[in-house]
């Protein structure tokens, strides 16, 4: 079956520590992968995409996601995190057809300043 | 801004009622998606549509759910019947086509059965 799991439902950290949000994925074929985010109040926000190519990819607000084919991860990162960031974070996993998304179940991420 | 909007953004309904809800996508976009999202979850996958035509519909729709797309630019989802376990957050999204494509979302429409 399909299906995406973030391991980490709640995550609380200070400003300007390091951020890892871990997502794997079960799923048959090439896959295209992604990290969206909703702010407090908000709809949801692409933060970053994998379809080809180089495996880290970037996305905005300095956040970045390595694709480890090896391992089905795509985990997402961020060197320093801010307050802005508190956030819901959520992993999906789509195919190469622009087909419906499977999502994990989120990670709340609350940062304190 | 010519996100993907949605109507409405709010519905309270008593159970058993019928309500519908409408998704305008970006507009050179030609598939549009429906999710569903309950608190604590993930968005969960109802059906998509290319153009009018609808390509997949989840097995957990039940047959109280249906989507249109007439014209292949608008949508709505209408939900017969509601049940209490309806409640939750509707999501649309739109995309520019079959292809590695990034799925747009707009804001939800949150239905409350009571």
């Known amino acids: 079956a399909q299906s995406v799991s973030q391991h980490n439902h709640h995550v609380i950290l200070s400003e300007a520590a390091s951020l890892e949000l871990g997502c794997n994925y079960s799923y048959g074929g090439t896959v295209n992968l992604f990290w969206y985010v909703q702010y407090p109040g908000q709809h949801l926000q692409l933060l970053l995409k994998y379809f080809s190519g180089d495996p880290l990819v970037k996305g905005i607000k300095g956040f970045e996601a390595e694709f480890i084919k090896s391992k089905f991860s795509f985990n997402l990162r961020k060197p320093s995190v801010q307050w802005s960031d508190t956030a819901e974070y959520f992993c999906?996993?789509?195919?190469?057809?622009?087909?419906?998304?499977?999502f994990g179940q989120g990670t709340e991420l609350s940062v304190k300043p | 801004d010519t996100g993907v909007s949605q109507d409405p953004r709010h519905k309270i309904t008593k159970r058993g009622q019928n309500v519908t809800f409408r998704c305008d996508p970006i507009s050179e976009h030609n598939r549009l998606y429906w999710y569903r999202q309950t608190l604590g979850q993930g968005p969960e996958f109802l059906t998509y549509f290319q153009n009018e035509a609808q390509l997949e519909k989840s097995r957990l729709l039940s047959d109280r759910f249906s989507a249109e797309r007439p014209k292949g630019s608008f949508s709505t989802l209408e939900i017969q019947r509601t049940e209490q376990g309806d409640s939750a957050m509707y999501l649309c999204?739109?995309?520019?086509?079959?292809?590695?494509?990034?799925?747009?979302f707009g804001p939800g429409t949150r239905l409350t059965v009571t």
């Open positions: 999906a996993v789509s195919n190469n057809q622009g087909g419906k998304l499977i």
């Open positions: 999204a739109s995309s520019l086509g079959s292809g590695p494509y990034e799925q747009y």
